[in-house]
């Protein structure tokens, strides 16, 4: 089992729709989780982050967890096609100050 | 700040020779890491330091990897002798409060023919 799962994709969302990405984790240790978004071609870059259970929002952006169910969402509201890109779930641990990646959801917004 | 600088972009090499990637961190960043990113693998943590110093190299290949940073503001990822499996995209990353809310270079592509 990988540390970090997700769906590769392509997640084909039409223009103005919310795109719905999920990651699941099996270390129960993780404290915090981060999304990076990736452009082809590009560098990672970090989107949002979020701590706690529950949803934390951050513009057309919300990230929700559920550490019960060892699992990490990201919601694009109103998506655009410049969000078209692949979507990196990353889970940290203290113990060994380590950041795990998953392989990343590649989403396509259709016009 | 100019963000994390590596260098080259672009590395086209042949089998048997070595290759030196360079980094430089953003500046105060106190965590530099370097990551590999495949299509099979995805992103790979293989080393990283705290005030220049190897904390983890764990993910490091094998020993024709090595990694060094002689000063806050310069790190090297070397391969000797470089193999057509190292092909990757070669990523450094600096930060400033541990392995959480990373900074990543441009990237490195490395092709070994």
């Known amino acids: 089992q990988k540390e970090v799962e997700q769906n590769s994709g392509p997640l084909s969302v039409p223009e103005g729709a919310i795109a719905s990405l999920n990651c699941t984790y099996s270390d129960r240790g993780s404290q915090s989780f981060f999304w990076y978004r990736q452009y082809s071609g590009k560098s990672p870059e970090l989107i949002m982050f979020?701590?706690?259970?529950g949803d934390k929002e951050d513009g057309r952006f919300t990230a929700q967890l559920n550490k019960a169910s060892q699992y990490v969402s990201l919601l694009i509201r109103d998506s655009q096609p410049s969000d078209s890109a692949t979507y990196l779930c990353a889970v940290f641990k203290a113990a060994g100050n380590k950041l795990t990646f998953g392989g990343g959801t590649r989403v396509l917004v259709k016009p | 700040d100019a963000g994390v600088i590596q260098s080259p972009r672009h590395e086209v090499t042949e089998m048997g020779q070595e290759v030196t990637l360079r980094c430089k961190p953003i500046s105060g960043h106190d965590y530099l890491f370097w990551y590999r990113q495949t299509m099979m693998r995805g992103l790979e943590l293989l080393i990283y330091f705290n005030n220049n110093v190897p904390i983890d190299d764990s993910g490091m290949p094998e020993d024709r990897f090595s990694a060094k940073m002689p000063n806050a503001s310069f790190s090297t990822l070397k391969i000797q002798p470089s193999e057509p499996r190292d092909s990757a995209v070669y990523f450094c990353?600096?930060?400033?409060?541990?392995?959480?809310?990373?900074?990543f270079g441009a990237g490195s592509r490395l092709t070994v023919l």
């Open positions: 990353a600096s930060s400033l409060l541990g392995a959480n809310v990373l900074t």
């Open positions: 979020i701590y706690s259970n």
